[in-house]
């Protein structure tokens, strides 16, 4: 899957040695890969990518080989191995099947799906066939919660909007259809970041055509850091990842003159469960991106940047690429871009399916090759990031919206969404509608217009009983509050904040106990582990809800939740303890009654509810 | 020099430093595991957080730097609640150990659950299980369920031995620390980690289920291991040694000591260790009483001087005794007149970090002292040489490091000849088989003194346990021997003795224990190690 | 009464110069006074009105080794009158630890300020004897200096002892008012004890006598001591509570409760109702066993057998009560820190009252047996009396006092636990003789019964312990399975309850007078300083006096009728 | 509630000397006369009221909450439940327990080689037991612990184990009471 990089340094491999596992060929993509980067070490994910590709897992004389190969020590390979959930250091079928049970695929019945599969196989999960075919997984979320129940076979595209059927035609070895995700530019809307719908503008030409790269080769060419800066700080642009940081005083914070080379980071790596609109950009308009990615680097003062993409992520990584090696064969990227004298290099570097990375610290440590756990603060990222160098980093769509607020300046900009939430942004909608997927709308629209007329309303008509408004880190809302609209200081005084934007919508059937459940799941699977209170307390979190949902819980175990909350919120070094602390907490708080009625009915009230 | 204010105190604290080495040093306990003065800032364990004015949210005292005029607040409801957060949730998987757990009444789980944990379990779901007692190397066993992921160890592995052989595995919950599979926690000081280890998860194998650390008294010392001179607290207990741990000096060991240095203590308690004088009358060594091996020893030396001359007699000095005991020798020595006088010292292998060639705490003491030929005397070898020649009629060797470092053959054949060989050390020994008295000398463990490292840094030991039978030490056998062979009533008393070196030696002029203090006394630079 | 306030303000105006410093903490006053100050402060404590502080409960001294003021002599006062108490504390220097000796304003000072200088060294300008107490002559250094170590083997004990030519000195006795008898002849002088049929308690009593007639005696105890505050001093808090046990051995409760109260003072902490009428069940119960042997070992020693027999008897349902209900007999170490050792037995009620209906039976048959009996009434009647104002100044305290006519029971005085809810009598003699102290006795125990009964209707339900590991170990079922408990198990056990620094005193009534303990805390596990005042001693001080001039005989009901315990007065 | 002071009833004044004290006579004869017949009835049916025990062949029952000596608990599997945390060793305030703990194979890895007690000096405080977090020692309603030389009173882990279900009604009982204090 890796494409030798137009930039990369050739590094000849050593000569093939004795007891090696690894193909000959497969050492030089791993000593090519090395090149890339200013520290081999970084290079190991890309080369555990591609040996667990080649030998299935990552048996230990695997770990041996790779160490050797990148100057580290086993056990420094090892730990990288063991973190991240996508590498295998046993075992797996030769068909990996993986089942996304998260929130969005669990309340279209995901766990169906799971069940069927292991009852087929007779497996347990972690277990493989005895003729070493099949494997089945559950996983955390694979980005595609508008299509759910989403299923993945090895490293191969989604199966979307999955079904029994699917799963038994898998098994049987037959093809499988792929249903599409919806990715809408509503009417009425004037979207810029997705191309018109039904269009897919992955050729560079086409997006030349369009007017792109102009904006890049005018940011190269004819203008200075700062007034880019300053340009995109006027239109307001806040970062899309979660956090709403205003881009352009970010990009300001960039030393003038480090002494050292300075990075823009891309964090692409979008696994929230309710969020999975990077994907649409991708696999749809990648150039858009790219351009923006140039402007970014330029912006900082920097002549390279390292997208950080999500392992998970088959098609829009074979889109990035293919889209970034028309941009190197086009002189956009690469040594004296545009005539300036300057060079700007983008390189790609795949995730392994740990959340965590997602933090941009984290993904700064992940790039580096090391576990994906997030950084303590000071020293910032502006000062201290990639490889000890002053880093920016921005989320993949907030570099989408760079190009359009350059070509149409900061006014236009600010004449969509509200006024401190300025721009279109691309609203995910999962969960219990009849149209689940991606619109992209000007930020302030109504929650009940984007549940209501684009996602088609409830399933079946029913009411809400509750909707998480942005990514399942941030506190779940009640149905009451469906007017809100969709901006960063509404869903604030609403008691919820913005997040990425994914809306997921649960009916009247869920049970807010198995939904907190499975949230709780998720965050317990994904805390890097590092800080104490989220490493035991999103455990905590999970075992006791479990416990509740089971009906043996008792009412002071919901007191326990609300102060274990206290002692989360704010206490680590990174937010990811707080999200799950908001979750469960806010899962509790506003749904006090159904949990006091699996207490004193010793099990679930909801027949109907989803399966965790 | 930032001025900040701790719970309304106002300290002066050094420019870019962190904020809980300024609290600990100044008395304000803020509770910590992750941390370690020695190592790098890992900033995980979340239990230091404080309260700063102007923050919104507490902060880790580890890694906030201080600032002009900061104002820290670390006993606020905030900080009670987030500390017992913390323990609560540490404490939600630690297996139920106390009882069976080394570290019980040294943990600080236990201490810090104790003083600002919760007073009551809440969770009731199952503990998380993981592998116990697992042999990680061969001095070191880990019990993962214990272990609270501080990373204190792994860190210890990575920055100061740079070996690298621990490492945290898995992610969130998950995580454990572990070795890989062929390459275990064998360094040479692997069992420092067990010091710095917070809880009981890593354990050294020598004191594992030995005794309750409430049992131990603990008594400062030096590791006469080699001659770094690592600063030591000997733990013990009715009168036996069971275990060593580095002191902190940042002059000579920072926190840590090797593995060899920590384990060499059996020999304190040796059941075959000489206990009591022997002299040979017959072909046979028998016990006798001091008076009588002392009135030998002193009658052999005086009459072989006054018949044979002085230079008929060679005295090989042991690098193990104190400054204080070979200060006496030192004076038998020039009593005597012979200028025959020598230190055997075993040289081997050192490393980088605290290990040093010379292995004996007190070579440098030694030649300081004069325990060397001067003008005209003969060394090691040359005596023995003049003993197999015969020229040589009593030798008096002190230890056993002679027979490690001499040649084997003319050693054999300097006591074959040598008319009368007296052999003061603790074991038995090829040198024992054929001496004609033998007197039980005294482990660094059973007396007072200094020690002078390689560095030329004097340093303290003390007596830990007790000598049996009211053994004298080395100094007060020398005392006697003065006595015996000349008039005046001498006496051995390390303060005493410390004084008379401070005036009659010019490299220590003006030392008393009182400057050699716990932290030891650096002998000036003009004093260069005459070797 | 005036409060604590008050007292300390009066002094204040009184002695401008002399006071170094007073304070308040946890309800006690005290007062830190220049040495050379102390007789004048004592006298006025004494004697002005507002104060009166007439009873001189308690001296002893406080150890603070290293430091150039070393000893600290410490005077605890209390007033009959207004029911108050004073703490008076004098520095003294380490290079010569002299006080002045306030035997003139208190007598009873005499014995305690011997106990002081025994102990530690500390001497008394112008006391009229200033002996050894506890320790033999010949013993070496003070030994509740805390440079004594507490192994260290003396000459006389242990191996390595001239115990082959061993000659006991004999102490000089003080004072001889007569050296011929009346009849010409020389003065007789017997040795009563230390092991005599007719005394229960180990004392020896040297006894000048002129034919029959007591001229002199010098009453020596000792001889069972066991360095009680060292012990305690050297271990935990906790482990202090069996050593109390071994107090007055016939009430053991009554001084657990008084030494757990006091460490609960120390924390400022209180324990919960169901706790404090387990106490004082546990408490009562035991001053009836406590009565009833001094009434039958009275009537044993006076050749009355019979009732003897049946005062054991009934002691024997007391035992029952104490066993079922601590687990042991005599040794009852029953009260916690914080708590009590175990609820209530089932049961426990119907057994206690079938228990008290045939002890009551018996009490009334040990009286109707004696109170008529023309013999015991003779040798009861009219002996031993003495004044109240004398016996206060002795420090008298408990049944001794309260038969002198007296109204001080700290019950009824200064009630603590839940005494100030009960209902019960102090009874009171009228002529302060040895009848009377047996009576008053006999009366407490139905007194003691009462309040018994009273407590078993009224005890609510609740918990037994506070619940905080500072001070109690958790339930044992949650330290089996919960890590937090098993910590605090582990550190409270390993560590002994912390009390913040500071120093209290508490006084509680046992079955012979006030015991108090004073306890000061350094902060650590181990207490700094422990100490028992205890009512034998200080009742025992003036039996030469009650004595001097009656017939020999008359000593033996005059003793037993102090009841001096040995345990409690030897510590 | 209320506390008052009464003055105690003393006897009248001797008068008549003989009367009164014939008198006395008659009454303690009478008092004597019922203790003895009513001792006889129960001597008779059995039921004595007389508190002398006839030991060793009588012996008294004693209550739960009976502190004997220290014993350690026997598991089924016959070995001890003690696993030589020297909490009880520590507690001790007249140091009669020694411990010297080694390791097994179990699946408690520790436990204790030597477990001695020296009954001479015990007092049977009973805190031990309380400081156990194990239940491992408990207090047992035994007491005959004499023996014909000081080694004697020395009684080793092999004479101190006792089945968990002999304690069990017993001590165990009155410990399991207060396991939810």
């Keep these: ?612 | 020099m930032p001025k900040i204010t701790i719970d309304g105190r106002e300290i002066e604290a050094p420019a870019n430093a962190m904020l809980l080495p300024v609290a600990l040093e100044n008395g304000v306990h803020v509770p910590h595991y992750c941390w370690h003065a020695k190592l790098s800032v890992d900033g995980s364990c979340r239990m230091c957080q404080v309260e700063i004015e102007g923050s919104p949210k507490l902060v880790i005292a580890c890694n906030t730097p201080v600032r002009e005029g900061m104002v820290v607040r670390t006993q606020t409801p905030a900080v009670q609640n987030a500390r017992r957060g913390v323990m609560e949730l540490l404490l939600v998987n630690h297996p139920l150990d106390c009882p069976i757990c080394d570290k019980a009444g040294e943990c600080l789980l236990q201490d810090y659950s104790y003083a600002f944990g919760s007073r009551q379990t809440r969770t009731k779901e199952p503990r998380r299980k993981l592998q116990k007692r697992k042999e990680i190397g061969p001095r070191m066993i880990l019990d993962q369920e214990r272990c609270i992921l501080c990373r204190r160890c792994v860190r210890f592995c990575r920055e100061i031995t740079h070996t690298n052989e621990l490492g945290v595995f898995n992610m969130g919950d998950r995580s454990m620390l572990d070795v890989m599979e062929g390459q275990p926690l064998a360094n040479d000081y692997s069992i420092n980690t067990a010091d710095i280890c917070p809880v009981g998860a890593l354990e050294s194998k020598d004191f594992h289920h030995k005794l309750r650390v409430w049992f131990l008294k603990k008594t400062p010392s030096v590791c006469p291991s080699c001659s770094n001179g690592c600063n030591i607290t000997v733990h013990h207990y009715r009168d036996r040694i069971w275990r060593m741990m580095p002191r902190r000096n940042d002059a000579v060991n920072e926190s840590w000591m090797c593995d060899h240095g920590r384990l060499n203590y059996q020999q304190v308690g040796d059941e075959t260790r000489l206990r009591q004088p022997q002299l040979r009358r017959t072909a046979k060594l028998q016990t006798v009483a001091w008076d009588e091996a002392l009135g030998y020893v002193a009658r052999t030396l005086r009459d072989t001087v006054r018949t044979h001359g002085a230079e008929s007699v060679g005295v090989i000095a042991s690098p193990h005794l104190t400054n204080e005991e070979l200060f006496r020798l030192g004076q038998v020595v020039s009593l005597l007149g012979t200028k025959n006088v020598d230190t055997a010292l075993v040289v081997g292998q050192g490393d980088n970090l605290l290990i040093k060639p010379e292995k004996a705490a007190n070579a440098r003491g030694a030649r300081d002292m004069g325990l060397r030929p001067t003008a005209g005397g003969l060394n090691v070898a040359a005596m023995l040489e003049a003993a197999a020649a015969g020229k040589l009629r009593v030798l008096y060797i002190l230890g056993s490091d002679v027979w490690k470092v001499a040649d084997p053959q003319a050693l054999c054949g300097a006591l074959e000849k040598v008319g009368c060989l007296i052999v003061q050390d603790v074991f038995d020994s090829p040198l024992t088989e054929r001496a004609q008295v033998v007197l039980p000398s005294l482990t660094w463990a059973e007396k007072t003194g200094t020690f002078t490292n390689v560095k030329g840094r004097v340093q303290q030991i003390h007596r830990a346990v007790a000598p049996r039978d009211e053994q004298p030490s080395d100094g007060e056998i020398f005392s006697r021997l003065l006595n015996q062979l000349g008039e005046g009533q001498w006496h051995f008393e390390a303060t005493a003795v410390l004084e008379e070196i401070a005036s009659a030696v010019p490299a220590y002029a003006g030392i008393s224990f009182a400057r050699v203090g716990a932290q030891g006394f650096a002998l000036p630079e003009s004093a260069g190690d005459a070797a | 009464m005036a409060d604590n306030a008050t007292i300390l303000a009066t002094l204040q105006s009184r002695f401008t110069s002399g006071i170094e410093r007073s304070d308040i903490y946890r309800d006690d006053a005290s007062v830190t006074i220049a040495p050379e100050q102390l007789l004048d402060v004592a006298r006025f404590a004494r004697q002005e009105a507002s104060l009166s502080f007439d009873l001189l409960l308690d001296v002893t001294a406080v150890d603070y080794l290293g430091q150039q003021a070393r000893f600290e002599v410490v005077h605890h006062l209390y007033s009959t009158k207004h029911h108050h108490r004073l703490r008076l504390k004098t520095r003294v220097l380490e290079k010569e630890p002299i006080v002045d000796s306030v035997v003139p304003v208190w007598v009873g000072a005499n014995w305690l300020e011997r106990e002081t200088f025994d102990m530690y060294g500390v001497r008394f300008r112008g006391h009229p004897d200033l002996r050894r107490i506890y320790m033999y002559e010949e013993f070496q250094g003070h030994p509740l200096r805390k440079d004594y170590p507490k192994e260290r083997r003396q000459p006389l004990i242990g191996p390595g002892s001239p115990q082959g030519n061993y000659q006991p000195a004999i102490p000089e006795i003080p004072g001889l008012t007569h050296v011929e008898g009346l009849l010409g002849a020389e003065l007789m002088r017997v040795q009563l004890g230390p092991s005599h049929p007719a005394t229960h308690g180990t004392v020896r009593i040297l006894l000048d006598l002129d034919g029959e007639t007591i001229v002199n005696a010098d009453v020596q105890v000792g001889y069972l001591h066991r360095g009680f505050e060292k012990e305690c001093e050297s271990g935990f808090y906790y482990q202090a509570i069996p050593y109390t046990d071994r107090l007055n051995y016939s009430s053991a409760i009554l001084c657990n409760v008084g030494y757990c109260m006091a460490v609960e003072k120390l924390f400022g902490a209180e324990v919960p109702p169901r706790c404090q009428f387990i106490r004082v069940i546990g408490g009562e119960i035991a001053r009836i066993a406590d009565h009833l042997l001094c009434v039958g070992a009275t009537a044993l020693e006076l050749n009355a057998f019979t009732p003897f027999l049946y005062a054991l008897q009934a002691r024997e349902l007391i035992w029952d009560l104490v066993n079922a209900m601590c687990g042991a007999r005599v040794t009852s170490n029953f009260v916690r820190i914080g708590g009590v050792s175990a609820d209530l037995p089932a049961g426990f009620a119907d057994q206690c009252r079938a228990a008290f209906k045939r002890l009551l039976e018996l009490v009334e048959d040990t009286e109707g047996l004696l109170l008529e009996n023309p013999i015991f009434r003779a040798r009861m009647e009219g002996v031993g009396v003495m004044s109240a104002e004398r016996l206060i100044e002795y420090g008298v305290t408990g049944p001794l006092l309260r038969a002198a006519g007296v109204d001080l029971d700290l019950r009824r005085a200064q009630p603590y636990l839940v005494y100030d809810q009960l209902d019960f009598d102090v009874p009171l003699g009228t002529q302060g003789d040895n009848m009377d102290r047996f009576l008053v006795r006999l009366a407490e125990m139905r007194q003691s019964v009462r309040i018994v009964e009273q407590c078993l209707k009224m005890i609510p339900d609740g918990p037994i312990d506070i619940d905080d590991p500072a001070l109690r170990f958790p339930g044992k079922g949650r330290v089996y399975g919960r890590m937090e408990e098993l910590i605090n198990q582990f550190k409270l056990v390993t560590e002994g309850q912390k009390p913040p620094p500071g120093e209290v005193y508490v006084g509680t009534e046992s079955a012979n007078g006030e015991i108090g303990y004073f306890l000061v805390s350094d902060g650590t596990g181990k207490p700094y300083k422990c100490r028992a005042r205890t009512p034998s001693f200080s009742n025992t001080q003036p039996l030469a006096e009650l004595v001097r001039g009656r017939l020999l005989a008359d000593m033996v009901p005059t003793f037993d009728m102090i009841n001096m315990i040995g345990g409690e007065c030897d510590r | 509630m209320a506390t008052q002071t009464v003055a105690v009833r003393r006897p009248l004044a001797m008068r008549a000397g003989f009367i009164r004290s014939a008198f006395a006579i008659l009454k303690g004869l009478w008092i004597t006369n019922r203790h003895f017949w009513r001792n006889l009835w129960g001597f008779i049916i059995r039921k004595p009221t007389v508190f002398t025990v006839q030991f060793p062949e009588e012996r008294l029952v004693q209550p739960n909450a009976f502190r004997g000596m220290p014993v350690l608990v026997q598991m089924d599997n016959g070995k001890e439940r003690c696993v030589a945390c020297g909490l009880c060793e520590w507690a001790c305030p007249t140091d009669c327990i020694t411990i010297y703990p080694a390791e097994t194979a179990d699946e408690i890895e520790r436990y204790p080689r030597v477990f001695d007690i020296d009954m001479s000096r015990c007092m049977f405080c009973g805190l031990c037991e309380e400081a156990c977090p194990e239940e491992a020692i408990v207090m047992s309603q035994n007491v005959e612990i004499c023996a014909y030389s000081r080694r004697g009173t020395l009684w080793h882990k092999d004479d101190l184990l006792v089945p968990v279900d002999k304690l069990l009604d017993t001590r165990l009982f009155h410990v399991r009471r207060g396991y939810d204090r």
């Design chain 1, 1 to 612: 899957m890796i494409v030798e990089h137009p930039a990369a340094k050739k590094v000849s491999p050593d000569a093939a040695g004795k007891g090696r596992v690894l193909s000959p060929e497969l050492r030089a993509r791993i000593m090519t890969e090395r090149g890339n980067f200013p520290q081999p070490r970084s290079a190991l994910l890309g080369a555990l990518h591609m040996a667990q590709e080649e030998q299935g897992y990552l048996s230990r004389a695997v770990v041996d080989e790779v160490a050797e190969l990148l100057d580290l020590l086993p056990i420094q390979v090892q730990e990288v191995v063991s973190f991240y959930p996508m590498f295998h250091d046993r075992p797996v079928g030769k068909a990996h099947i993986q089942v996304c049970t998260n929130i969005a695929c669990a309340l279209r019945g995901a766990r169906k799906l799971v069940r069927h599969a292991e009852n087929k196989l007779g497996l347990i999960p972690g277990e493989v066939t005895e003729d070493g075919k099949y494997s089945v997984g559950e996983v955390e979320c694979l980005g595609s919660c508008g299509s759910g129940p989403v299923v993945q076979v090895n490293n191969q595209p989604f199966i979307e909007k999955a079904t029994i059927e699917d799963i038994d035609n898998l098994l049987a070895g037959k093809d499988v259809k792929r249903e599409a995700q919806v990715a809408l530019v509503p009417e009425g809307v004037e979207g810029y970041l997705l191309p018109p719908n039904g269009v897919s503008r992955c050729h560079i030409d086409d997006y030349v055509a369009t007017g792109g790269y102009e904006m890049a080769r005018k940011a190269w060419a004819e203008m200075e850091p700062e007034a880019i800066a300053e340009v995109v700080k006027n239109a307001g642009l806040r970062g899309r990842g979660g956090a709403g940081f205003v881009t352009g005083v970010k990009w300001g914070f960039m030393p003038k003159d480090a002494g050292k080379p300075c990075y823009l980071a891309v964090n692409g790596d979008e696994s929230e469960p309710g969020t999975f609109k990077d994907r649409q950009i991708l696999e749809r308009n990648p150039h858009q991106f790219l351009e923006g990615v140039a402007i970014g680097v330029r912006a900082i003062r920097s002549n390279a940047a390292y997208i950080y993409l999500r392992g998970e992520y088959a098609t829009p990584y074979r889109r990035l690429m293919e889209a970034i090696h028309q941009a190197y064969a086009k002189g956009f990227f690469g040594d004296n871009v545009y005539g300036s004298g300057k060079s700007c290099h983008v390189y790609v570097q795949r995730g392994a399916g740990a959340y965590i990375c997602g933090e941009e610290t984290g993904m700064i440590e992940s790039m580096e090759g090391k576990k994906g756990q997030p950084r303590k603060r000071p020293p910032f990222p502006a000062g201290f990031g990639l490889w000890g160098c002053p880093t920016t980093v921005n989320n993949l769509e907030t570099l989408t919206h760079v190009p359009v607020i350059l070509r149409k300046g900061a006014d236009w900009f600010k004449a969509r969404g509200t006024e401190k939430s300025t721009g279109n942004t691309l609203f995910g909608i999962s969960g219990h509608v009849n149209r689940p997927g991606v619109y992209e709308l000007p930020l302030g629209t109504p929650m009940r217009e984007i549940i209501e007329k684009h996602a088609g309303g409830v399933l079946n008509g029913r009411p809400i009983k509750a909707i998480i408004p942005g990514g399942v880190s941030m506190p779940v809302l009640t149905a009451d509050k469906i007017d809100v609209n969709m901006d960063h200081d509404s869903l604030q005084k609403a008691g919820t904040l913005l997040g990425t934007g994914g809306i997921v919508v649960m009916d009247d059937s869920t049970c807010p106990v198995r939904a907190a459940l499975v949230i709780a799941r998720f965050f317990r699977h994904e805390t890097c582990g590092q800080c104490t209170q989220c490493r035991e307390g999103t455990a905590f979190f999970y075992k006791l809800l479990k416990r509740i949902e089971r009906g043996d819980g008792a009412l002071e175990d919901l007191d326990t939740i609300q102060s274990v909350t206290t002692f989360m919120e704010g206490a680590t070094i990174c937010a990811l303890s707080d999200a799950a602390a908001w979750a469960a907490g806010n899962f509790m708080r506003r749904f006090r009654p159904d949990f006091e009625r699996h207490i004193h009915e010793k099990g679930c009230p909801f027949p109907e509810s989803f399966e965790p």
